[in-house]
């Protein structure tokens, strides 16, 4: 297989985040999770690997993601935010039209029959 360069790089909490996420998106993007905290050395890590990619950063709309947002938001100021509607609260439960129309927005290629959907 080959090793393919992305140059996106999708920013969730949990995997259960990721996983839905990865269904919905049609092109190639790394998509990595917090697992809700971030170490010092974990984020040391993440600035440098992420320096040349277009960072998104996908939270919950509830207190930890805001935390976690606050954080990305110093660290990655570049970084593009991207929200879920409050009333889903968790990326993980928000329905796949909402999450498809939220990627596409941010110019990440989305399956279309996900946004047929809604």
């Not at 593009?80 to 968790?90: A, C, N, S, T, V």
Request: charged share 35%; with cysteine.
């Amino acid at each position: 297989m080959k090793d393919l360069y992305v140059d996106k790089v999708l920013i969730v909490e949990g995997k259960s985040d990721k996983n839905k996420v990865k269904n919905i998106v049609k092109e190639p993007l790394e998509i990595i999770c917090t697992n809700g905290t971030i170490s010092h050395s974990k984020l040391d890590e993440w600035i440098e690997f992420l320096e040349d990619k277009d960072v998104y950063i996908l939270v919950d709309a509830d207190e930890a993601g805001e935390k976690l947002r606050k954080l990305f938001k110093r660290e990655f100021p570049n970084a593009e935010h991207l929200y879920i509607d409050r009333m889903y609260r968790e990326v993980a439960t928000a329905p796949v039209h909402h999450l498809a129309t939220v990627l596409l927005s941010a110019n990440i290629d989305v399956h279309t029959e996900y946004l047929e959907m809604g």
